[in-house]
């Protein structure tokens, strides 16, 4: 899958449809390449772990192809539970991207798939070269944490 | 245009640095910012948005107490907030409903932050509107955190 793409085209008809896909309605595919210029493809599979708990790295995963599935360990650290399904053409990872925490959860591929990593230190690199871009890019991941919160919000108030 | 930001003496931005927002901005940035925030002031018990209603700015307290309830249930409050803190963020990134009411507990004045006057200065002002996203995004991914580990609690209990 080309990664430029699955973020500057509309998705395909039979594609489930995301309400938190990460959508930059004035970016072509030139935007998206000079960003992803800045990142690391890499291929999963399934069932392989992208994200640990408690682990300290802050990039940013771009979901190019594949399922992948966000758990939570209880305190006891024996159970887990699935809070969010996540496929193509949105992303995992942005809240240690934004404050640097450690992860919060475990996320790993359910299906064989591929993410786009970015770095913390790339998107500095961007935000430091083309201030546009980066200002486009960050609009767009905090309303992906908006819905995603809204979302959240609303399934605990259930 | 706004400003009660400024002390007595003249002319401080400091205040307005405090809030973790505007935390990274520079004299000239924050010079913009005030510049298009607003004074409201608003009675006891007074609504400053309900749940429901379009979003369509963002709202500092700046004196007084403000009551984050469900609508007709201030008695149940979410959270009440003193000077310092943001209220109604969201709207910065999209006009979605308010998810509860925002009424205030005693004299108030809040500086109101519109989403047209952010849009705006994401068009005119790259690095500074950067700066804020990303402090917004901290806040935001705070605030999710909490709401999972809550949700995670919910189902444990």
């Known amino acids: 899958m080309d990664p430029i793409a699955v973020f500057a085209e509309s998705p395909p008809p039979e594609a489930p449809v995301r309400i938190d896909r990460l959508v930059v309605p004035t970016w072509q595919h030139a935007e998206w390449g000079r960003v992803f210029r800045h990142g690391v493809r890499r291929s999963l599979s399934a069932h392989e772990v992208l994200i640990q708990s408690g682990a300290t790295d802050r990039s940013l995963h771009f979901v190019v192809d594949g399922n992948f599935e966000v758990g939570i360990t209880y305190v006891d650290g024996m159970s887990m539970s699935t809070v969010a399904q996540i496929n193509a053409g949105t992303v995992i990872g942005e809240q240690s991207f934004f404050d640097g925490h450690p992860r919060s959860a475990n996320v790993w591929a359910v299906s064989s798939g591929e993410i786009l990593t970015l770095p913390f230190a790339a998107f500095e690199t961007l935000a430091m070269e083309e201030p546009p871009l980066a200002r486009d890019l960050t609009f767009a991941l905090a309303r992906v944490l908006s819905l995603r919160l809204r979302n959240t919000t609303v399934r605990v108030r259930r | ?157």
């Open chain 2, 1 to 157: 245009m706004l400003d009660f930001f400024r002390s007595a003496s003249g002319g401080h931005l400091e205040q307005l640095r405090v809030l973790s927002l505007f935390a990274d901005l520079s004299r000239r940035e924050l010079q913009i910012v005030q510049g298009v925030l607003h004074a409201r002031d608003y009675l006891p018990g007074e609504v400053i948005f309900d749940e429901g209603e379009e979003g369509y700015a963002l709202y500092i307290v700046r004196t007084g107490r403000v009551l984050i309830c469900r609508q007709g249930r201030p008695d149940s409050p979410i959270a009440e907030l003193g000077a310092g803190s943001f209220f109604g963020e969201l709207a910065l990134l999209d006009s979605a409903p308010r998810a509860a009411q925002a009424r205030a507990l005693e004299p108030c004045t809040v500086a109101v932050f519109f989403g047209s006057d952010f849009i705006s200065l994401l068009e005119t002002e790259a690095k500074l509107s950067n700066k804020i996203l990303l402090q917004l995004s901290r806040h935001l991914g705070r605030r999710l955190r909490g709401a999972v580990l809550g949700q995670s609690t919910e189902q444990h209990l």
